[in-house]
């Protein structure tokens, strides 16, 4: 009998289908290791197949055979992620870190998107060191993956504070910008030097983003200074009850670009 087929000799279209994706995209991926040819577009392109099968029947961790994948592709990213070019990585990363709300129920599974996750955004640091090129794109990229996962990674954002401060030779899209704000505010980030360099490179761009970047631009800058505040005021209130003088440094409040105020 064949898989999705009943007793009554009806065919149930959705199992049929089920199967279909798993034989298909599992022995796809086999064929192409085996033949070799399974390049880092092809994990790219998989990776956003995978993404959109989220709101189906057969999204990762409801499907076992689109769980199996995400898996696959995991380990094949983690092994290659020092030959990958970095775009590639950077987008593999996102695709796979968004199924991971779908992955409740796979500890392991999430647990080896999140290493996939650390080791990529620590990768960017290593790769510049080496001369190689890295967009401001993939590290707004990899900001916002960490974001989405909570990872706190300390190289990363030292490396990201590097660049928004030193580094004008990048060239950084709007939404890169954007998810970079987003990860130095989620991660509390007090860079005073940092958070002006970001305000200025948004204020340049400021003509091509659109209204609703804007409104994010502002309420991350306003989320971030508000975390500064209270973190003064933590810091005040635990000298002041160990009998030490309060006598701290001014908070952060990170200044949002002018036309976004």
């Known amino acids: 009998m064949l898989v999705g087929e009943h007793a009554s000799g009806t065919l149930d279209l959705a199992s049929l289908a089920a199967a279909l994706l798993e034989f298909s995209l599992g022995l796809e991926i086999r064929g192409l290791m085996e033949e070799e040819r399974l390049d880092d577009v092809s994990l790219s392109v998989m990776a956003h197949s995978l993404y959109r099968l989220r709101s189906t029947p057969f999204s990762p961790g409801r499907h076992g055979g689109a769980t199996h994948c995400v898996a696959m592709l995991a380990a094949l990213s983690i092994q290659r992620i020092p030959t990958m070019e970095l775009r590639l990585l950077a987008d593999v990363t996102t695709w796979l870190a968004r199924t991971a709300d779908s992955l409740e129920g796979h500890p392991p599974l999430r647990r080896a998107i999140e290493a996939l996750a650390t080791a990529a955004a620590e990768e960017l640091p290593i790769r510049k060191a080496a001369g190689s090129l890295v967009s401001g794109r993939d590290v707004g990229t990899l900001c916002g993956v960490?974001?989405?996962l909570s990872l706190r990674s300390e190289s990363f954002l030292t490396y990201v504070r590097y660049l928004i401060r030193k580094d004008w030779d990048m060239v950084w899209t709007p939404k890169a910008l954007v998810d970079t704000a987003k990860c130095l505010a989620h991660f509390r980030q007090e860079d005073r030097r940092a958070w002006?360099?970001?305000?200025?490179?948004?204020?340049?761009?400021l003509p091509v983003f659109l209204p609703s970047a804007l409104t994010e631009i502002a309420e991350t800058f306003a989320k971030a200074a508000v975390a500064a505040e209270a973190d003064l005021a933590t810091m005040a209130a635990r000298r002041k009850k160990s009998g030490q003088a309060p006598d701290l440094p001014s908070p952060v409040s990170p200044v949002a670009p002018r036309s976004c105020s």
């Open 146 to 148: 960490t974001v989405a």
């Open 196 to 205: 002006r360099a970001l305000a200025y490179r948004m204020e340049r761009e």
